[in-house]
């Protein structure tokens, strides 16, 4: 034990663990840097929903910095006035407002647009990106598994209601934010109601993220030629808090490892900036963009058309009344 503890505590063991955790942080970096994108966007407006914390905070920050008109889409007061006001003051922006959604809800999905139909004459960005993970088995108001409707047919809800306005603010886009753990998930219809017999909160979530580029694939099909486009990213594992519902313990360690591994909220909302207003991604749609910010093919599930068509069906019909 004491050679071992002599070995660790040399200058030389202290130097070699610093060179690692540096070229580690180096890996972490995209090929792509927002803060070399010379792209401004006074004039327009954009939605980001999920944005008074982690990935959708550095998101609404950046376009805010940019001069866009910036709605932070989010589900607390509080917690939304503080990141409003923050960005303000950090971008000098005072076109930063708080709208309140709660996707989960498709009452308060239906409320929020019909306010931003009433108050904005365009919309040319869209960007869904909060999402929530590690939720026990519950359910909406409305009969749905809490972690779909949050994740998925909230934001195809939104979407959907959101499209004439996009199309007459065209050249417009909209990004959703995924995961590479789609690969992991499984499609099942029953899923949106919470039917399945075994509820592990990890796969609701995979399950989801599916569903996410099912639904963005097809709807750049059926937006084509209407000047808006999709697209669907995963950002990278980031430490923000979407792990708040889990156990303390898996906290603490993944954000220990977060340290050394993982990106940050600021590296985390690159690719999906990239998407926003990127040069690099002008007309492109229906395309899976990594956490390099590389055009990447998604599972063969994920790419299956006809599943993504039948997908945006049973969306459309299970929030069509509510």
Known sequence: MGAWWTLLGHPLWAACTLVLVLVVRAQKRTRWDPRACPVKLHGKTAIVTGANTGIGYCVALDLARRGARVILACRCPIKGTAARDQIRSLSGNPQVDLRILNLSSMASVRDFVQKIKEEEKELHLLVNN??????PKQFTADGFDTTFATNHLGPFLLTHL????????????IVIVSSSNHSKGKVDFRHFTGEQLVHRSDLVYNHTKLHNILWS??????LQGSGVTVNCLHPGIVVT???????LRLRVIF???GFFFFKTPEEGAVSTLYCAFSEEMDGVSGKYINSDCNLVLPSATARDAQTGKEGYEVCLRLTSNL
């Open 255 to 257: 954000n220990l490892l």
């Open 241 to 247: 808090d979407v792990l708040r519902h889990y156990p």
């Open 130 to 135: 909060a999402g929530v993970s590690g939720l």
């Open 162 to 173: 959101l499209l004439n306005l996009l199309k007459a603010s065209s050249p417009s886009r």
């Open 217 to 222: 694939n097809e709807l750049s099909v059926r």
